[in-house]
């Protein structure tokens, strides 16, 4: 069971563009919604992340929208650029749920020039 | 502060073998997670150790195994080797409890032939 969906499978932005990454999740006792930035040949790197308790954060270009009601969650990427360019997955944990998280099945970024 | 350490970065093995990877997380992180990364899959959570005790544990077969030291080191085993199994395993470390702060190393690429 996919507990976390993930879209676009891949995307094509020009430099200095929004890139833009959608997460539905499933189970309502997630509350922890990370995004990670994977380079080819390295392990996923934590971006970004929000608690269910705010609808935004924003930690440079990098901005996570969150709609409780809707189950979603979103990444932004402002003035994208070349080096943006990776492979980036949502997750979800919980509470109590110990160290685990389900992930997106990822989104390949591609910022040309 | 030196990262997440998996050995060895490449293996290639036989169907039917077994094999064992390792990890050494960050100094003074007690919990140890376990991930498998297919292109088709994404990040598959196979299990969590948290002070040499196994925490949490995915859905996968019992031929998976894990397990973790005092000093925190872990290791995971496969055994009866499929095809199937050829993956990036991926290991992460946390100082907490409930999946904030992971860090994630580079990973161990097991091919299956």
């Known amino acids: 069971q996919q507990q976390v969906k993930q879209s676009p499978q891949s995307l094509i932005v020009q430099k200095g563009g929004i890139s833009i990454i959608n997460c539905a999740y499933e189970n309502t006792a997630f509350d922890y919604f990370p995004w990670y930035q994977q380079f080819p040949g390295k392990g996923p790197a934590l971006l970004i992340a929000?608690?269910?308790?705010?609808s935004e954060k924003k930690e440079g270009r990098f901005t996570i929208s969150f709609n409780k009601s809707a189950k979603q969650f979103s990444l932004h990427i402002m003035d994208s650029q070349p080096g943006d360019s990776a492979t980036y997955f949502c997750?979800?944990?919980?509470?109590?749920?110990?160290?685990?998280?389900?992930f997106g099945t990822g989104t390949q970024l591609k910022v040309e020039l | 502060k030196a990262g997440v350490t998996q050995t060895p970065r490449y293996l290639i093995k036989t169907r039917g073998q077994q094999v064992t990877l390792s990890c050494s997380p960050i100094?003074?992180?007690?919990?140890v997670s376990w991930y498998q990364q297919t292109p088709g899959q994404g990040l598959q959570f196979l299990f969590e150790?948290?002070?040499?005790?196994?925490?949490n544990k995915g859905n996968f077969p019992g031929r998976f195994s894990g397990r973790q030291f005092s000093n925190s080191r872990s290791e995971m085993n496969v055994s009866t080797l499929e095809l199937g199994d050829s993956a990036l395993y991926l290991c992460?470390?946390?100082?907490?409890?409930?999946?904030?702060?992971?860090?994630f190393g580079s990973g161990t690429r097991l091919t299956v032939v």
């Open positions: 150790y948290f002070s040499e005790t196994q925490r």
């Open positions: 100094s003074g992180h007690r919990s």
């Open positions: 929000i608690r269910p308790d705010v």
């Open positions: 992460a470390s946390s100082s907490e409890q409930g999946a904030r702060g992971y860090t």
């Open positions: 997750a979800a944990g919980k509470t109590g749920g110990g160290n685990k998280l389900t």
